[in-house]
Structures are given as C-alpha cells and as structure tokens.
C-alpha cells in the first residue's frame, strides 16, 4: 500500500531555531517524487520543496531543505531560522510513477507554532 | 502570471440544495485536481482531468458529486442534494504535465461549503 505517515500531530519551536517536521513513506514504486506543501490559516496550499526518488542530493530551497533518507524511506523537512509566519500546517506528499501519475498522497499534516 | 483561482471563496446552503463549485486552473496546465478537506483532516482526492481524456472520478465518494471540465480549462464541482457531511474545504489544483513523478500541483484558495 502506498502511504504518508507524518506522526507529528503539532509542534513547537522558538522564533529562529531550526524545526524538523517528520515524514515516512511507503511505497513499492522505484520512482517517485515528494513534496511539502505549507497551508496557513488562510487555507491555500503551498508548494514548498520537491525532492525526486533518484536525486542524489537533498533538496533546498532558501530556508527549507528535505532531509531525503531513502533507505529509511524518510522525507523530513527541515526549517531554518523559523519565523513567526512560518506557523501553518505542513503537509508531506508523494506522487509514485506507477499509479498512473496522478494520484499524489497527502498526509495528515503536521501542524507548526512558532513562539515570539 | 495567475494562480488557481477558486470561486466562490464561500458558499453557505441548506441540506438538500445543489451547489456549484468553480475552478480556474493555471493557464497551460493540462491536468486539473479536486480534492475535499474537512475540518482539521488531510486532503481527500476526489477527481482529475488530464486534457480531453475521461476524467478519473474514482474519488468521489457518491453519485451526488459529478464534475466537468470544458474546454480542457475550467472546471465545476457540482455536489447535489447536500448532506451537512459535504460540509468542507473544497481545494482544485492544476498541473503542467502528468505523466512525470516530478509533477508538482498548484492549489487554489479553496471554497469553504457549509451545509446547513
């Protein structure tokens, strides 16, 4: 079965430290791509950082970066320097080639405060 | 250049009533998604159209939703005979190409349906 798994319902960080929000993955398909979409209280989604099955180096993009673990099957996404606009839910995604491309499974997000 | 765009931003109606949801996808994008979230959950897909090809409606969770895309442009979600369980964030996303797992989707503002 192909599966999100983020086991951080919510979590907190100081204003300026680094966060890591956790994502596991599951799924047969030897391609496939995994994203972080960031959805703030206004409720649209954002895409954040892309990281491809077969890239060899981490994705980064500014102050995010995806921690791409293939082995463990693990995409945590790492954010510097937080800041209080960073408070939102991030969701973990992961779009296999096999299913026809289509369909991109979400977690259940994991929601971030960040403290003044 | 434009967004998704989403309209209307809200929509409030009784139980029983049909509804017409609206979206603009990103010009040039071929591939057009809806998903639902309910309050505090994650994304459920509901349906996709890539170009003039039968859309994928494997999602829908009854036959009182349908959705159709003309034109290979803008799409509607019609949800008939509304049951207070409809009640969600209704989120449409587009892409530029499908058959790739670097795909990346971008979402809309979302229509926020309350059944009353």
């Known amino acids: ?116 | 250049g434009a967004g998704v765009s989403q309209s209307p931003s809200n929509k409030v109606t009784e139980k029983g009533k049909d509804v017409e949801l609206r979206c603009d996808p990103i010009s040039g994008h071929t591939a057009l998604y809806w998903y639902r979230q309910s309050l505090g959950q994650g994304l459920e897909f509901l349906i996709y159209f890539q170009g003039n090809s039968a859309p994928d409606k494997s999602g829908l969770p009854s036959d009182r939703f349908s959705a159709e895309r003309t034109g290979g442009s803008v799409s509607t979600l019609t949800i008939q005979r509304t049951q207070q369980e409809d009640s969600a964030v209704y989120l449409c996303a587009s892409s530029l190409r499908l058959a790739d797992s670097t795909d990346t989707q971008y979402f809309g503002p979302g229509t926020r349906l309350t059944v009353l």
Do not use: H
């Not at chain 1, 995409?75 to 510097?80: C, M």
């Not at chain 1, 209080?84 to 080639?97: E, I, T, V």
């Open chain 1, 1 to 116: 079965a192909q599966k999100i798994t983020q086991t951080q319902p919510g979590m907190f960080v100081q204003e300026k430290e680094a966060v890591t929000l956790d994502c596991t993955y599951d799924t047969s398909d030897p391609s496939y791509g995994l994203f972080w979409y960031k959805q703030p209280s206004s409720g649209e989604m954002i895409f954040l950082i892309y990281q491809g099955s077969y890239d060899q180096q981490n994705a980064t993009e500014g102050r995010y970066s995806l921690n791409f673990q293939k082995a463990r099957k693990s995409a945590n996404l790492v954010i510097s320097a937080s800041q209080l606009g960073d408070s939102a839910m991030y969701f973990c995604a992961m779009r296999p080639s096999n299913t026809g491309g289509f369909k991109t499974i979400f977690g259940a997000g994991t929601r971030l405060f960040v403290k003044a």
